[in-house]
T-cell receptor, first 114, second 112 residues
Framework: KAGVTQTPRYLIKTRGQQVTLSCSPI?????VSWYQQTPGQGLQFLFE???????NKGNFPGRFSGRQFSNSRSEMNVSTLELGDSALYLC?????????????FGPGTRLTVT | TQLLEQSPQFLSIQEGENLTVYCNSS?????LQWYRQEPGEGPVLLVT?????EVKKLKRLTFQFGDARKDSSLHITAAQPGDTGLYLC????????????FGRGTQLTVWP
């Protein structure tokens, strides 16, 4: 099975712009989670989608949004970018059902805001 | 405030040494997972522990889940440079379906 893919791998944007990141989960996985990773804060949970519905949400401002499509692919959007949004954005997929919620991560998108 | 506290935050050792990384919480978890992340990559799942007191071994790595399911440890025997990476623990509370709670990680560097 192919792993989780994320596009693009690297992105440079300027303050005030918006950005859309894409994630394709492992085939058959219905849950997609998004995380922001920075050296100071570690892995911060953004949100989780299951079968096109947002099931969980972290403590991020409304500038961060996401969606999931019927084929389980997911996108996240950040509007009005700030310098502090520079981070590695990780997507993880899991089957979404069952006793163990093991996650499989993509390589991430490195976002730099200048 | 992190639900899971990992210690130490940084660990720098020589090849061949043993080490233990701790993951502690005041909350109970239905399962706990350990991941390893290398630079420029996403975390990779190493193991999941489910039962209180459970011990799992993965070659030179030994994982233990506390009896009360509030803490876990990772012990590496005879560390090698290839063990270098960021070790993350993550807990599933069971009550919040679909969400994992991650610790901040332990950055391990093993020098040859």
């Amino acid at each position: 099975k192919a792993g989780v893919t994320q596009t693009p791998r690297y992105l440079i944007k300027t303050r005030g712009q918006q950005v859309t990141l894409s994630c394709s989960p492992i085939s058959g996985h219905r849950s997609v989670s998004w995380y922001q990773q920075t050296p100071g804060q570690g892995l911060q949970f953004l949100f989780e989608y299951f079968s096109e519905t947002q099931r969980n949400k972290g403590n991020f401002p409304g500038r961060f949004s996401g969606r999931q499509f019927s084929n389980s692919r997911s996108e996240m959007n950040v509007s009005t970018l700030e310098l502090g949004d520079s981070a590695l954005y990780l997507c993880a997929s899991s089957p979404g059902q069952g006793a163990l919620h093991e996650q499989y991560f993509g390589p991430g998108t490195r976002l730099t805001v200048t | 405030t992190q639900l899971l506290e990992q210690s130490p935050q940084f660990l720098s050792i020589q090849e061949g040494e043993n080490l233990t990384v701790y993951c502690n919480s005041s909350s109970v978890f239905s399962s706990l997972q350990w991941y390893r992340q290398e630079p420029g990559e996403g975390p990779v799942l190493l193991v999941t522990v489910v039962t209180g007191g459970e011990v799992k071994k993965l070659k030179r790595l030994t994982f233990q889940f506390g009896d009360a399911r509030k803490d876990s440890s990772l012990h590496i025997t005879a560390a090698q440079p290839g063990d270098t990476g960021l070790y993350l623990c993550a807990g599933d509370r069971g009550s919040t379906l679909g969400r994992l709670y991650f610790g901040r990680g332990t950055q391990l560097t093993v020098w040859p």
